[in-house]
């Protein structure tokens, strides 16, 4: 399974956009990049997953370039609900193999 | 639709002490995991099911930690006997055949051994 790396933690202010980049160098051909959020007190929450190139919805926006090796979550506009631990995956998609979440970044959203 | 139902949300129990945990999945989800989440950490998974087979369980310490999904619904995680070392939040989730790629998590029963 690949390996992911992302900062321990970042702090914003409302109203701020906030990119949180996460590295996978090891990332096989067949993986997609996925990114969860976990409130406290709550289990962890589908946010978005791509492939390639850009993807976005109604929470966020996931960068991830030609080479596929770092991915960015992208969060317009936070406020203090966004305040959360935010986990970045790589794996097959629909593969039976299981989703491996590392430590994760922990974003404090201050008024 | 309901999301990922566990009971009980939290569990304080001495050690050598058995303990259990229940989840109920989202309705039609086949697939159901159980994942340990200490404390600072993301969650790391201990057994995974496809309707009522283990098909995954390198993870689960199979000394003490047991688990079952009767009829491949309802699904039930034991611990015999718990350690202190055992304090954490036991996570449920679950997915469906077409959005594998998604798990839907439940709230977690936190469990302290003292």
Known sequence: ?111 | EAGVVQSPRYKIIEKKQPVAFWCNPISGHNTLYWYRQNLGQGPELLIRYENEEAVDDSQLPKDRFSAERLKGVDSTLKIQPAELGDSAVYLCASSGDRTRFEQFFGPGTRLTVL
């Open chain 1, 1 to 111: 399974l690949a390996k992911t790396t992302q900062p321990i933690s970042m702090d914003s202010y409302e109203g701020q956009e906030v990119n949180i980049t996460c590295s996978h160098n090891n990332i096989a051909t067949n993986d997609y990049i996925t990114w969860y959020q976990q409130f406290p007190s709550q289990g962890p929450r589908f946010i978005i997953q791509g492939y390639k190139t850009k993807v976005t919805n109604e929470v966020a926006s996931l960068f991830i370039p030609a080479d596929r090796k770092s991915s960015t979550l992208s969060l317009p506009r936070v406020s203090l609900s966004d305040t959360a631990v935010y986990y970045c995956l790589v794996g097959e998609r629909g593969s039976a193999r299981q989703l491996t979440f590392g430590s994760g970044t922990q974003l404090t959203v201050l008024p």
